[in-house]
């Protein structure tokens, strides 16, 4: 998922969550700029998502009954809107007479997503140790807190870390966690310290404890390759992800002739397979591309994209049942 359609998801949730919410606290929300969030508001116009301005001093708000569903909770909100059952009794006479019904069925709505959730991780957790031992030989588990820091990367909210390297311990440092990079057999997660008020490094085994937060962030300023080159000494080629992919028989016929995203590293024309060696910040790049010949192309490795691709067209169906 790119930054910018996470911030605009972002900002749909909180106009519907409180509508009149002005560009201001939009800006502080989703850590941009108001100048940011009116060309935001410009693209989902253009999107055709019915969010309209009242007026100088009056904010946003959806036109009609538009509303984006599923929920999405924190641990933390789930556990405090349950705790209601528990004094559901004594605030009954308070409350109109369908509310328990509709609470029930808001708990169960929220049990059935988390459900899902937890078994996309699974699943997730799964190739990306399967990744990590193709990549450092090992037959061992993969690393520690590998699941809780994928979901972090992927929903680009921040975690809370135990940290430490060369016999130096750091407790409860906020990281805004911007992307994994496997390099020479190890696991590093690059990403934002707020304590330090760096970007830096972390060795994933150096993790002792990791847990995440509700605190969403913007990489926006980061540029990725820069930093590898100004830290590893790494040029463009050092660091790629290989991506397979199956094209339609009329597709693999014409798109041999086309300028590619990069040329195949190697091609398959019995299974109608391309193979890509793409570097690792231009792959939401390279997605896009195979995203634009729509059923005619699909990606085959690495499944971890399969999974972010399938999550996120689960998003859009519910954002447009």
């Avoid at 749909?12 to 508001?41: F, H, W």
């Avoid at 805004?176 to 390099?183: A, E």
């Avoid at 150096?206 to 930093?227: C, H, I, M, R």
Wanted: negative net charge; hydrophobic residues 40%.
């Amino acid at each position: 998922m790119t930054d910018r359609l996470i911030r605009l998801m972002r900002i749909i949730t909180l106009v519907q969550a409180k509508p009149g919410i002005l560009a201001r606290e939009l800006a502080e929300r989703c850590g941009n700029s108001e100048r940011t969030i009116y060309r935001d508001m410009d693209a989902l116009s253009a999107m055709h998502i019915p969010i309209t301005h009242l007026g100088h001093g009056k904010g946003y708000a959806f036109i009609g009954n538009f509303a984006l569903y599923p929920l999405d909770w924190s641990d933390e909100e789930s556990a405090a809107f349950s705790k209601l059952r528990g004094i559901m009794k004594d605030i009954r006479h308070m409350l109109p007479s369908s509310f328990e019904g509709a609470y029930e069925k808001v708990m169960a709505a929220e049990y059935k997503q988390k459900a899902e959730r937890e078994e996309k991780m699974e699943t997730a957790n799964k190739e990306a140790g399967q990744l990590w031992m193709e990549r450092s030989g090992s037959q061992g588990e993969p690393p520690p807190f590998l699941t809780e820091i994928l979901a972090a990367v992927m929903k680009q909210t921040s975690i809370q870390a135990d940290y430490s390297e060369n016999a130096y311990e750091e407790k409860g440092i906020q990281i805004d966690p911007y992307c994994l990079v496997p390099l020479e057999n190890r696991y590093h997660l690059i990403g934002f310290c707020h304590r330090f008020e760096i970007i830096r490094t972390f060795h994933i085994n150096g993790f002792s404890s990791v847990k995440p937060t509700n605190y969403w962030f913007s990489k926006e300023q980061f540029d990725l390759q820069a930093f590898m080159e100004q830290k590893w000494s790494l040029d463009q080629d050092s660091l790629q992800v290989e991506f397979k992919v199956r094209f339609s028989d009329r597709l693999m016929n014409r798109i041999m002739n086309e300028d590619m995203f990069v040329k195949p590293s190697k091609v398959d024309r019995q299974s109608r397979c391309l193979h890509f060696k793409v570097a690792v910040e231009q792959d939401i790049g390279f997605v896009r591309w195979i995203l634009k010949y729509e059923e005619e192309a699909e990606i085959l490795e690495p499944l971890y994209y399969r999974d972010m691709l399938r999550i996120q067209l689960e998003k859009w169906l519910s954002l447009y049942k």
